[in-house]
């Protein structure tokens, strides 16, 4: 393992379709805005929302970016999300395998 600092993010996403989570994945990749982005199949989200508690079939979006990509990520997620307020999440990568962040950073890039 080696120490990653602040140079990498996890970013937490979440849509309710699979067409629109491929749909995403694929612009931030293409975009070199995250390195990889993994969905994950449908669970269920129980949340407030407007004052009512919900519940919604979502998919989860595991994004791998580099952390001076997030701005320009996040803009662009918000851009690209069918929702109002999305979900997003970033968590730093405070230790990692040394050939996959060196990947994960020149990917996203």
């Known amino acids: 393992m080696s120490g990653a600092g602040a ?7 979440t849509v ?9 994945a694929r612009a931030l990749v293409e975009q070199q805005l995250a390195a ?10 129980t949340y407030r929302w407007q004052g009512a508690v919900e519940q919604a079939q979502e998919h989860q ?3 791998k970016t ?21 979900e997003l ?3 730093p990568i405070t230790a990692a395998h040394a050939p996959y962040l060196e990947w994960l950073l020149e990917q996203s890039r």
């Open 36 to 45: 990889c982005v993994h969905v994950l199949p449908r669970g269920t989200s």
């Open 16 to 24: 309710a379709e699979a067409a629109d989570a491929d749909r995403i």
């Open 66 to 86: 580099a952390a001076d990509r997030f701005e320009a990520l996040r803009a662009a997620l918000v851009q690209l999300h069918p929702y109002e307020v999305p």
């Open 7 to 13: 140079d990498a993010l996890v970013v937490l996403c």
């Open 89 to 91: 999440i970033a968590l």
């Open 61 to 63: 979006l595991v994004i």
